[in-house]
T-cell receptor
Framework: ETGVTQSPTHLIKTRGQQVTLRCSSQ?????VSWYQQALGQGPQFIFQ???????GRGNFPPRFSGLQFPNYSSELNVNALELDDSALYLC??????????????FGPGTRLLVL | AQTVTQSQPEMSVQEAETVTLSCTYD???????LFWYKQPPSRQMILVIR??????QNATENRFSVNFQKAAKSFSLKISDSQLGDAAMYFC???????????FGKGTKLTVNP
């Protein structure tokens, strides 16, 4: 069984640029959630994708957007990068959105640094 | 909005001893789920234990157990026979039944001394 994978592992961008982060879900999972983890903080929910549609969103501006593909992999796109976007971005997959209390399994994350 | 509070930024324990990490949460819901995740320095978040709020029995997973006090909205994690590999950040997380998101606390950094 393949776990959740993310790419790239590290990324350096400058303010104002755009970035795309990628996530492959664990086999058998059809739901992907994205979290932002600032240094020294707990992860904050960005949004979730199920059946290729956004299924719930946290308190993040529209310049954070995403996609889910038919194979359940997902992308997180961030436009007009700001210094405060520097963080670890975590992807988590689960079996089914809406099923109560489904465990989310996390990938290793992408460390984004915005200069 | 639901909140999760971990009041211990750092904890330390001697190898082979027992340590308890605290977590409290605030919710008006009755249907929810609680989790403890471990995040080692390698960064990958790993599920330690899961508890359904409707179950009175405390969850256990080998050396890890929880003390779930629903009325007090408390969900502490006990690690028995601590091992060097237990050293990590530990996050308490809340999920409201049917909701898509996990709400995390700020974490507790656990150090295990040999």
């Amino acid at each position: 069984e393949t776990g959740v994978t993310q790419s790239p592992t590290h990324l350096i961008k400058t303010r104002g640029q755009q970035v795309t982060l990628r996530c492959s879900s664990q086999s058998g999972h059809n739901t992907v959630s994205w979290y932002q983890q600032a240094l020294g903080q707990g992860p904050q929910f960005i949004f979730q994708y199920y059946r290729e549609e956004e299924n719930g969103r946290g308190n993040f501006p529209p310049r954070f957007s995403g996609l889910q593909f038919p194979n359940y992999s997902s992308e997180l796109n961030v436009n007009a990068l700001e210094l405060d976007d520097s963080a670890l971005y975590l992807c988590a997959s689960s079996r089914y959105s809406g099923a109560k209390g489904e465990t989310q399994y996390f990938g290793p994350g992408t460390r984004l640094l915005v200069l | 909005a639901q909140t999760v509070t971990q009041s211990q930024p750092e904890m330390s324990v001697q190898e082979a001893e027992t340590v308890t990490l605290s977590c409290t949460y605030d919710t008006s819901e009755s249907d929810y789920y609680l989790f403890w995740y471990k995040q080692p320095p390698s960064r990958q978040m790993i599920l330690v234990i899961r508890q359904e709020a409707y179950k009175q029995q405390n969850a256990t997973e080998n050396r890890f157990s929880v003390n779930f006090q629903k009325a007090a909205k408390s969900f502490s994690l006990k690690i028995s026979d601590s091992q060097l590999g237990d050293a990590a950040m530990y996050f308490c997380a809340y999920n409201q039944g049917g909701s898509e998101k996990l709400v995390f606390g700020k974490g507790t950094k656990l150090t295990v001394n040999p």
